[in-house]
T-cell receptor, first 112, second 112 residues
């Protein structure tokens, strides 16, 4: 499994765009990049997944450069309720043998 | 509501005891994952099952065991409990062919 590196914490203000970058230098050809959000005492929640270039959904965008050695989760116009831990995972999306290991994540604090 | 059901939500027990945590995956999901999250710690992968078979194992203690039944629900058995086993235990399931994990609300275990 590719090892991931994310900033431990980030601060932002309401209304700003937040970009969280994840490094995964050893990403394999078949690996996908997935981001999760976790609030205290709740299970993580899927945010977005991508393989290359850019993926956008109703809550976030995921930017993946051509070499795929990093990825950036972009949260537009954050609010206080976006304060959470964000995890970047890299691995193969199949049904077996994939441990789905979470790293330490990035703690995002959104201030008023 | 993720569709993953975990019981019990809260459990308080004493050291040396044994408990069983139960997880019902989303309808149609064949994979079940178990995670442990201690206070202010990251998610530790314990074990994964796919259609009744163990597929991947993390740093699961020998005192812990799990199984997935023919109806696809899963149970995590924790025995000879120690104070350090106090944690949130999450179960997650995933549809075939995707890396999107759907987490339950967790079972909070307190060992006194």
């Amino acid at each position: 499994l590719a090892k991931t590196t994310q900033p431990i914490s980030m601060d932002s203000y309401e209304g700003q765009e937040v970009n969280i970058t994840c490094s995964h230098n050893n990403i394999a050809t078949n690996d996908y990049i997935t981001w999760y959000q976790q609030f205290p005492s709740q299970g993580p929640r899927f945010i977005i997944q991508g393989y290359k270039t850019k993926v956008t959904n109703e809550v976030a965008s995921l930017f993946i450069p051509a070499d795929r050695k990093s990825s950036t989760l972009s949260l537009p116009r954050v609010s206080l309720s976006d304060t959470a831990v964000y995890y970047c995972l890299v691995g193969v999306t199949n049904t077996g043998g994939f441990k789905t290991i979470f790293g330490a994540g990035t703690r995002l604090f959104v201030k008023a | 509501d993720s569709g993953v059901t975990q019981t019990p939500k809260h459990l308080i027990t004493a050291t040396g005891q044994r408990v069983t945590l139960r997880c019902s995956p989303r309808s149609g999901d064949l994979s079940v994952y178990w995670y442990q999250q201690s206070l202010d710690q990251g998610l530790q992968f314990l074990i994964q099952y796919y259609n009744g078979e163990e597929r991947a194992k993390g740093n699961i203690l020998e005192r812990f065991s799990a199984q997935q039944f023919p109806d696809l629900h899963s149970e995590l058995n924790l025995s000879s409990l120690e104070l350090g086993d106090s944690a949130l235990y999450f179960c997650a399931s995933t549809p075939r062919g995707t890396g999107e994990l759907f987490f339950g609300e967790g079972s909070r275990l307190t060992v006194l």
